[in-house]
Each structure stands twice: as C-alpha cells, then as structure tokens.
T-cell receptor
Framework: GAVVSQHPSWVICKSGTSVKIECRSL??????MFWYRQFPKQSLMLMAT?????????EQGVEKDKFLINHASLTLSTLTVTSAHPEDSSFYIC?????????????????FGPGTRLTVL | GQQLNQSPQSMFIQEGEDVSMNCTSS?????WLWYKQDPGEGPVLLIA?????ELTSNGRLTAQFGITRKDSFLNISASIPSDVGIYFC???????????FGAGTRLFVKA
C-alpha cells in the first residue's frame, strides 16, 4: 500500500518555541493532505486540509496563525506549531489522499503517517 | 454537522471469538473506511467500501457498506491477541474530501 512518513516521530520542546513537523508521501503524489491531532483515548480531530500550491483550509476553532501549514510539493506538507504551549502537547497525525495517479492508491482512500508526539514543557 | 456513532466503545473478548462493531450516521456517505490504530502509531487502512451493499473481506476481516449508505459494520473472525487496538470507522460524503471519524472501538483480546 501507499506509504506516508512523518518526521520527527517525537519532539520535546520548551514553551514559546516553534516546532515543525513534516509529512511526506513516499511512493505516490498527494494533492491533498490532512492534519489531525489526537488526545489520549480520543478520536482523530481534523485540524486542517492542506492543498498543494494553495492555502490550507482550517477547521473551526483551529488558529491558522498558530498552526502554519505549507504544502509546497505533491509529496510534502509541513505543520509548524508556533509559540508552543503545554496545552499544544498532543499526537499529531498527517494523512494523504490517494490520488490514483500512481496506480498504488485509489481515490477516496486516505493513508496516514505514523504520527508525531509533541510534548511542550 | 456530520457525525458518526461508533459502537461499542470497547470490547473485552477471548482469543478465538468473533467480533462485530458498527457505525451509523444520520448522513449519507459515499465511502466507508475502516482503520486500526496501535498505540503511538498512525491509523492503518483495513478496508475501503465504495458501493451501497458492498461486502468486502481482508483476511479475517469483513466489512459491509449499508444499503441506506448511512451505516457500516466490521467483523473480525477468530480473534487473536494481535487484533488488540483501536478500530475507527470513517466516512466520506458527497461534499468533498473531508473524512469524518467515529470515536473508535477499543478491542482487548485475552489469550
């Protein structure tokens, strides 16, 4: 199946610093990528939809100036948590839409990265 | 907005038993997806369903897309300890690419 990677897998930072998380589709091109956050024992909460070459679409209640998203190419989207605070500590997961162009994926299938555990001290 | 009701919330079963979980919604979906998530990892796609009434198997897993397009179930036969994890249903509607997730079913399998 299609492979999505995330880097780093975990990060610990001081309050007030910024953290960048990368999401890559390794063997297919993804026009659309998604960013989720997941708190312990809870479901995935969609933060934003990232479209290659255009601005991200943020879900209600998600601050676009705090969670900066850049989708510069068909295989890379980045999420930057700016001025992180302890309440931003969470598991951040990206996913990429299978576009069907490479033959490895199908439309409407969403493939997830392994997640990034962010801990803000 | 669209919501998925996933049940049961958790299940404690004996190895070898069959398991069934389901998702329902008041909205119609065009695609149903079932994922499994292990602790500290991202969800892994198990089965994707595209047509109402579709029944699809993946090894010991079987999932169906409900005729009304408002529900789906996942069955696991002859469970084994490595089936432990959280199972999420997800639906995609007619409006775009946004995927709605259920709250998850936590499966515990006792050897």
């Amino acid at each position: 199946g299609a492979v999505v990677s995330q880097h780093p897998s975990w990060v610990i930072c001081k309050s007030g610093t910024s953290v960048k998380i990368e999401c890559r589709s390794l063997d297919f091109q993804a026009t659309t990528m998604f960013w989720y956050r997941q708190f312990p024992k809870q479901s995935l909460m969609l933060m934003a939809t990232s479209n290659e070459g255009s601005k991200a679409t943020y879900e209600q209640g998600v601050e676009k100036d705090k969670f900066l998203i850049n989708h510069a190419s068909l295989t890379l989207s980045t999420l930057t948590v700016t001025s992180a605070h302890p309440e931003d500590s969470s598991f951040y997961i990206c996913s990429a839409d299978g576009g069907g162009t490479s033959g490895k994926t199908s439309y409407n299938e969403q493939f997830f990265g392994p997640g990034t555990r962010l801990t803000v001290l | 907005g669209q919501q998925l009701n996933q049940s049961p919330q958790s299940m404690f079963i004996q190895e070898g038993e069959d398991v069934s979980m389901n998702c329902t919604s008041s909205s119609i979906f065009n695609t149903w997806l079932w994922y499994k998530q292990d602790p500290g990892e991202g969800p892994v796609l198990l089965i994707a369903l595209y047509k109402a009434g579709e029944l699809t198997s993946n090894g010991r897993l079987t999932a169906q897309f409900g005729i009304t397009r408002k529900d789906s179930f996942l069955n696991i036969s002859a469970s084994i300890p490595s089936d432990v994890g959280i199972y999420f249903c997800a639906g995609r509607g007619t409006g775009g690419f946004k995927t709605i997730f259920g709250a998850g079913t936590r499966l515990f399998v006792k050897a």
